[in-house]
Protein backbone atom coordinates (compact mmCIF):
# COMPACT_ATOMS: atom_id res chain seq x y z
CA UNK A 1 0.00 0.00 0.00
CA UNK A 2 0.93 3.56 -0.85
CA UNK A 3 2.17 5.09 2.60
CA UNK A 4 -0.06 8.10 3.17
CA UNK A 5 1.86 11.82 2.86
CA UNK A 6 1.96 13.91 5.50
CA UNK A 7 0.66 17.25 5.32
CA UNK A 8 1.83 19.65 6.87
CA UNK A 9 -0.34 21.32 9.18
CA UNK A 10 0.74 24.73 9.60
CA UNK A 11 -2.19 27.28 8.98
CA UNK A 12 0.75 30.16 7.57
CA UNK A 13 0.60 29.12 4.07
CA UNK A 14 -3.33 28.50 3.70
CA UNK A 15 -5.76 31.02 2.26
CA UNK A 16 -8.51 31.99 4.34
CA UNK A 17 -11.53 33.21 3.30
CA UNK A 18 -12.76 34.94 6.44
CA UNK A 19 -9.38 36.24 6.75
CA UNK A 20 -9.81 39.97 8.16
CA UNK A 21 -7.61 42.98 5.98
CA UNK A 22 -5.39 43.87 9.17
CA UNK A 23 -6.87 47.50 9.52
CA UNK A 24 -9.04 47.04 12.63
CA UNK A 25 -8.59 44.17 15.50
CA UNK A 26 -11.40 41.64 15.20
CA UNK A 27 -9.47 38.85 17.02
CA UNK A 28 -9.05 39.33 20.38
CA UNK A 29 -5.64 39.56 21.82
CA UNK A 30 -5.08 36.38 23.67
CA UNK A 31 -2.99 37.26 27.02
CA UNK A 32 0.50 35.21 26.68
CA UNK A 33 0.89 32.93 29.47
CA UNK A 34 4.30 33.64 29.72
CA UNK A 35 3.34 37.43 31.02
CA UNK A 36 0.05 36.22 32.83
CA UNK A 37 2.41 33.97 34.84
CA UNK A 38 5.27 36.52 35.56
CA UNK A 39 7.55 34.45 33.81
CA UNK A 40 10.38 36.90 33.50
CA UNK A 41 12.38 33.66 31.33
CA UNK A 42 11.26 30.75 29.52
CA UNK A 43 12.92 27.91 30.61
CA UNK A 44 13.97 25.48 28.21
CA UNK A 45 13.64 23.01 30.77
CA UNK A 46 10.21 23.23 30.86
CA UNK A 47 9.07 20.87 28.38
CA UNK A 48 5.63 20.45 29.44
CA UNK A 49 5.38 24.21 28.76
CA UNK A 50 7.49 23.93 25.34
CA UNK A 51 5.46 21.27 24.16
CA UNK A 52 2.46 23.83 23.94
CA UNK A 53 4.44 25.47 21.99
CA UNK A 54 5.35 23.30 19.20
CA UNK A 55 3.07 21.23 16.84
CA UNK A 56 2.24 17.55 16.57
CA UNK A 57 4.83 17.54 14.27
CA UNK A 58 7.82 19.26 16.09
CA UNK A 59 7.49 22.81 14.67
CA UNK A 60 7.10 25.56 16.42
CA UNK A 61 4.06 27.56 16.41
CA UNK A 62 3.42 30.95 15.29
CA UNK A 63 2.27 34.00 17.83
CA UNK A 64 -0.82 33.61 15.86
CA UNK A 65 -1.20 30.70 17.26
CA UNK A 66 0.39 30.58 20.83
CA UNK A 67 -0.97 34.19 21.50
CA UNK A 68 2.32 34.71 22.98
CA UNK A 69 3.64 38.19 22.39
CA UNK A 70 6.39 38.91 20.08
CA UNK A 71 8.70 39.18 23.11
CA UNK A 72 7.79 36.03 24.51
CA UNK A 73 7.86 34.30 21.06
CA UNK A 74 11.05 34.96 20.67
CA UNK A 75 11.92 33.85 23.72
CA UNK A 76 10.19 30.29 23.05
CA UNK A 77 12.10 29.91 20.14
CA UNK A 78 15.24 29.97 21.54
CA UNK A 79 14.06 27.83 24.29
CA UNK A 80 13.04 25.47 22.15
CA UNK A 81 15.97 25.16 19.87
CA UNK A 82 17.67 24.97 23.09
CA UNK A 83 15.56 21.90 24.38
CA UNK A 84 16.16 20.51 21.22
CA UNK A 85 19.63 20.79 21.43
CA UNK A 86 19.38 18.75 24.94
CA UNK A 87 16.67 16.13 23.21
CA UNK A 88 14.16 17.52 25.50
CA UNK A 89 11.99 18.43 22.34
CA UNK A 90 12.17 16.69 18.70
CA UNK A 91 13.16 18.20 15.59
CA UNK A 92 10.64 16.34 13.84
CA UNK A 93 7.76 14.50 15.52
CA UNK A 94 7.43 11.05 15.17
CA UNK A 95 4.05 10.97 13.15
CA UNK A 96 4.78 9.10 10.28
CA UNK A 97 7.93 8.08 8.85
CA UNK A 98 8.87 10.22 6.17
CA UNK A 99 11.17 7.94 4.08
CA UNK A 100 11.92 4.47 5.15
CA UNK A 101 9.71 2.32 7.30
CA UNK A 102 11.32 2.11 10.46
CA UNK A 103 9.58 -0.84 12.12
CA UNK A 104 10.22 -0.46 15.66
CA UNK A 105 7.66 -2.14 17.42
CA UNK A 106 7.35 -0.99 20.95
CA UNK A 107 4.12 -0.54 22.95
ZN1 LIG B 1 3.73 38.41 26.70
Do not use: H, W
Not at 1 to 28: D, H, I, L, T, Y
Not at 64 to 72: D, E, N
Not at 94 to 101: F, T
Amino acid sequence: MAAKKARPRNGEAGSRPGRPGGAGKPFRRKSCLFCKDKVSEVDYKNVNQLRRYISDRGKIRGPRITGACRKRQRQVAVAIKRAREMALLPYVAEAGPPSRSRSSERS
